[in-house]
């Protein structure tokens, strides 16, 4: 990897960059990070405060294609073979399962995500034994594996397991001696784990995006690294072709699957992981686009984000370009006034004066919330409110993000699912959307990622409230979903 290139010198302008970016700023996404490659060269680089380079972010699904690299891995050790059943290596867990199919489904089923039943739900089991709740799965449906696309995360995880089975390792540290330390990755990457103690695979690993983008480019080498062949280029190519489709209609991910690797237009391919986590290969361009945000709930932001690389990046990537220091320096302040998303709209209404530091008592609602009052302040205000754990407060800012602790207790930390002890690090900003109606949007930026949106709604004289809550969160926020009214007290 080398830095301090500039665009022009690798075939892209930055005024094009800048346009890229302005693109997404238009469209209100949550980003929280980019980077852009081409060749060995990263070219753009750039962070929404408060990330920032080296931090370790959470990847989602990205984390699946690094189970597909551990499985070629564990292939060319000889610990497996794609086309054994699950049988082989899970009879325990399958006992007194009735469904052939599940027997039957091989690795290569697994990571074509063609496997035999629908998934449960594992957060809302709170099970201590995921691998053995995947096998005992009692859905009445069933298919023939390897036929038919269906996302399986859990299946990801059970292979993640199976891995550590074989090796008698966790999937991290045979990840860094197989592959991570041999291709300079960072001791920042990380991995949350899930009850029963193997690793979250499916979905928590943690890796700064110049971490990723090694992993990206080692895929795009066909798996060499400073001329050295590492995993098998075979392996590599049949990861990230087209094993089956994805389905009809337009958009990226419909462009079919390989292990773990979703097919990207063209040649290209991408890891993907919930929220708008990105690692995109293009081999046409040699480009790669390293992309982390939250944008849980809104389901048009991966088509911006990669139909506007392709269309505003890779269609224009071409020649060295004249250096144009202007251009560059634009660019340069466009990067320098990036923020994190906040709620957007008039910063202040007359509604205040109505209702500031007035107690509103709560009719039962599905949230819990039994009173509430919001104080303003000249930069932000504080939303005060008594739910089953108690009083809560959490400051916010007019139009800005204030940075604190969620003051939710009892979520998950490092085991998936299983209480933890310490808070959230969460941004809260809020808008008035109308002079009678206040957006609360709060975005959940730990290890674990998620947002929640609230919409105060008052009548002429401030003596009411109408609120409504909605989460996107994984097994988490979920006392935060719901209506409610109101009476000033």
């Not at 930390?413 to 957006?439: F, H, M, N």
Request: hydrophobic letters at 35%; charged letters at 25%.
């Amino acid at each position: 990897m080398e830095y301090a290139v500039s665009p022009e010198s690798q075939g892209i302008s930055s005024s094009q960059i800048a346009a890229y970016l302005a693109l997404l700023q238009s469209r209100h996404l949550a980003m929280h990070d980019i980077l852009i490659s081409r060749g060995d060269h990263v070219l753009f680089e750039a962070y929404y405060p408060p990330f920032r380079a080296g931090e370790a972010h959470r990847l989602y699904s990205v984390s699946k294609s690094f189970v597909a690299l551990a499985v070629g891995f564990a292939l060319e050790d000889g610990l497996l073979s794609l086309d054994d059943p699950m049988s082989k290596y899970f009879e325990r867990e399958l006992e007194g399962q009735p469904d052939g199919n599940l027997r039957r489904q091989t690795i290569r089923h697994m990571m074509m995500m063609s496997t035999a039943k629908p998934g449960e739900d594992w957060f809302s089991a709170r099970t201590d034994d995921r691998v053995r709740f995947y096998f005992q799965n009692r859905r009445p449906e069933t298919r023939t594996p390897g036929l038919q696309f269906e996302y399986d995360s859990s299946g990801t995880f059970v292979l993640g397991a199976l891995v550590e089975r074989l090796t008698g390792r966790s999937l991290l540290d045979y990840l860094r001696e197989k592959l991570f330390d041999r291709i300079g990755v960072s001791h920042r990457v990380r991995a949350l784990s899930c009850p029963g103690g193997h690793t979250w695979s499916d979905s928590a690993f943690l890796m700064p995006p110049d971490d990723l983008w090694r992993v990206a480019r080692f895929v795009l080498n066909g798996g060499c690294w400073d001329g050295k062949q590492l995993l098998s280029p075979e392996y590599i190519r049949e990861a990230t072709s087209k094993l089956i489709s994805t389905g009809d209609g337009y958009g990226i991910e419909r462009q079919g699957y390989g292990y773990y690797i979703w097919k990207a237009y063209g040649k290209g391919f991408f890891f993907n992981g919930m929220g708008c986590q990105f690692a995109l290969c293009v081999p046409e361009k040699d480009l790669i686009l390293i992309c982390n945000a939250d944008n849980q709930g809104n389901e048009a932001a991966k088509d911006i984000i990669l139909d506007g690389f392709y269309q505003m990046i890779v269609a224009h990537a071409g020649e060295p370009l004249p250096e144009n220091p202007a251009a560059a320096e634009r660019l340069a302040c466009d990067v320098r006034a990036l923020k994190l998303f906040a709620a957007y709209g008039a910063p202040r209404s007359p509604m205040e004066e109505k209702i500031r530091d007035a107690a509103y008592l709560l009719q039962p609602n599905p949230m819990g919330i039994s009173r509430l009052s919001l104080t303003f302040t000249c930069d932000g205000g504080i939303l005060s409110y008594t739910n089953a754990q108690g009083e809560k407060h959490l400051p916010f800012g007019r139009c800005e993000n204030v940075y604190g602790d969620f003051p939710q207790q009892g979520y998950a930390d490092q085991i998936g699912s299983v209480p933890g002890s310490r808070l959230y690090r969460c941004a809260a900003s809020a808008a008035w959307k109308e002079p009678d109606t206040l957006w609360l949007k709060v975005q959940i930026i730990d290890d674990y990622l998620g947002n929640l949106d609230a919409i105060f709604t008052f009548p002429e004289d401030g003596r009411e409230l109408s609120l409504t809550m909605r989460k996107t969160a994984e097994d988490f926020l979920d006392e935060y979903k719901g209506d409610a009214a109101g009476r000033r007290q």
